[in-house]
């Protein structure tokens, strides 16, 4: 099973690489396949792990302590239970999404919609902030605190000049990148410098990370080609 599984991914690898000559059925199929198996994965996903324990769990508890709290039959757990009717409100506002398919009843939608990114927003926002702000500014400047004839560190842990060098390097960097995106004066004399220093030093970053993910993505490939001949060279081999 296995051996098939690499078989059916170096043919859908050689279907998506195809488009390098031009637009083909091949090309169509494989993305097609791809997209339909994330639409199918990420609906049962999220049925699973969200519809069910969230949602279709608690609120059938919820009816079920509901009913026994009718009948005179009641306990703790049961009363605690019945706090999944307010699942019923959430559940609303998922099912307002579907007021869009009705042309008179779909500006409904822009309330689970508004929701949503609201919940998304607070919740992001402090993330990238602590993530691309605070934490970075921090690893930036961060290499100066062993700068050992400034700071009384111990030997051991002082930065050597090569060291010092890349620290002070990556300031550079930085407050030049942020230059080139400063659009509120415009780019003369000494920002307009320091903004080409800035694009130089974005031309590196990505062509680092694009060159990363290539060489990662071809060595992915020579050990399917490889994996592939060498199966081929087997099977020459036992036939002879």
Same mark, same amino acid.
């Given at each position: 099973?296995?051996?098939?599984?690499?078989?059916?991914?170096?043919?859908?690898?050689?279907?998506? +690489?195809?488009?390098? +000559?031009?637009?083909?059925?091949? +090309?169509?199929?494989?993305?097609?396949?791809?997209?339909?198996?994330?639409?199918?994965?990420?609906?049962?996903?999220?049925?699973?792990?969200?519809?069910?324990?969230?949602?279709? %769990? /608690?609120?059938?508890?919820?009816?079920?302590?509901?009913?026994?709290?009718?009948?005179?039959?009641?306990? /703790? %757990?049961?009363?605690?239970?019945?706090?999944?009717?307010?699942?019923?409100?959430?559940?609303?506002?998922?099912?307002?999404?579907?007021?869009?398919? #009705?042309?008179?009843?779909?500006?409904?939608?822009?309330?689970?919609?508004?929701?949503?990114?609201?919940?998304?927003?607070?919740?992001?926002?402090?993330?990238?902030?602590?993530?691309?702000?605070?934490?970075?500014?921090?690893?930036?400047?961060? /290499?100066?605190? *062993?700068?050992? /004839?400034?700071?009384?560190?111990?030997?051991?842990?002082?930065? #050597?000049?090569?060291?010092?060098?890349?620290?002070?390097?990556?300031?550079?960097?930085?407050?030049?990148?942020?230059? +080139?995106?400063?659009?509120?004066? %415009?780019?003369?004399?000494?920002?307009?410098?320091?903004?080409?220093?800035?694009?130089?030093?974005?031309?590196?970053?990505?062509?680092?990370?694009?060159?990363?993910?290539?060489?990662?993505?071809? *060595?992915?490939?020579?050990?399917?080609?490889?994996?592939?001949?060498? %199966?081929?060279?087997?099977?020459?081999?036992?036939?002879?």
């Amino acid at each position: 099973m296995e051996l098939f599984g690499i078989w059916v991914a170096a043919f859908l690898t050689l279907c998506i +690489y195809s488009f390098l +000559y031009r637009d083909n059925p091949f +090309y169509r199929f494989a993305e097609h396949l791809f997209v339909g198996i994330s639409v199918g994965y990420g609906i049962v996903i999220a049925i699973h792990q969200g519809v069910i324990p969230l949602a279709w %769990e /608690p609120l059938s508890e919820a009816v079920s302590a509901l009913w026994t709290e009718i009948t005179g039959e009641t306990t /703790p %757990e049961i009363r605690s239970a019945l706090w999944g009717l307010f699942k019923i409100i959430p559940i609303a506002f998922g099912l307002l999404f579907f007021a869009r398919l #009705s042309p008179r009843h779909n500006w409904l939608v822009r309330y689970p919609i508004a929701i949503l990114i609201g919940f998304g927003a607070g919740i992001a926002i402090p993330n990238m902030l602590q993530a691309n702000i605070f934490e970075q500014t921090r690893a930036t400047i961060e /290499p100066f605190g *062993a700068i050992g /004839p400034f700071v009384d560190v111990p030997p051991e842990a002082r930065l #050597s000049a090569l060291d010092i060098f890349g620290a002070i390097l990556m300031v550079i960097g930085v407050i030049c990148t942020l230059t +080139y995106f400063f659009f509120s004066v %415009e780019h003369r004399g000494p920002i307009n410098w320091l903004s080409k220093v800035g694009i130089a030093f974005l031309m590196i970053g990505f062509g680092a990370a694009f060159g990363n993910t290539v060489m990662g993505r071809l *060595a992915l490939m020579i050990h399917r080609v490889g994996f592939l001949i060498n %199966e081929w060279i087997g099977s020459f081999g036992a036939l002879f």
